[in-house]
């Protein structure tokens, strides 16, 4: 009995040893995955800094604020959540202002395609105008070929003899 007492004690000892070198070990790791410098650049820079006053982006803002929220960022991509999740998140917490590119629904559908629905009717008024003046250069033309043959003789004629005459 007394060996089996003994046996435990150095099995729970090795066991105890293991665990805690295992904890130190991972005691400074990240949660899951390393997370690179461009993984963590594509999500901090389509969010604003509250830091810097939404002037500049997570990627670009000095501010304590903004190294925070990187990091808050850089655990939850970590952790396997997906950049859009993580917008996600900063929008409710932040309202839509914090996001550097606007959702693309509701009114911020139309705010985000406006520019290019207005750059295609100025192309099309254009291209209308265009249309419009050339038949209107053309008809200009065809009056000067319908000119009668012998009124155009007449015409030459007249010019003729007023400048022999001088």
């Known amino acids: 009995m007394r060996i ?5 004690k150095k099995i729970h000892g090795k066991i105890f040893l293991l665990m805690t070198c295992i904890l130190l ?22 969010i604003m ?7 500049y982006t997570l990627t670009n803002c000095p501010s304590a604020q903004a190294q925070q929220m990187k990091e808050l960022i850089k655990d939850r991509l970590a952790k396997g959540e997906s950049g859009e ?3 996600a998140y900063f929008e ?3 309202g839509p202002k914090v996001l550097a590119q606007p959702s693309k629904k509701g009114f911020y559908f139309v705010a985000w395609w406006f ?16 249309i419009l003046w050339r038949r209107k250069s053309g008809r200009q033309e065809t009056v000067q070929d319908a000119i009668n043959p012998e009124l155009e003789t007449l015409l030459e004629d007249e ?3 007023i400048g022999d005459g001088e």
């Open 4 to 8: 089996i007492e003994v046996n435990k």
């Open 25 to 46: 070990l991972t005691f400074n790791t990240s949660y899951g995955k390393d997370v690179s410098r461009m993984e963590l650049e594509k999500v901090t820079d389509l």
């Open 49 to 55: 800094s509250p830091g810097c006053d939404y002037v």
């Open 85 to 87: 999740s993580i917008l």
């Open 92 to 94: 409710d917490v932040y």
């Open 115 to 130: 520019p290019y629905f207005l750059l295609f009717d100025l192309f099309l008024i254009a291209g209308v105008f265009l």
């Open 159 to 161: 010019v003729r003899r």
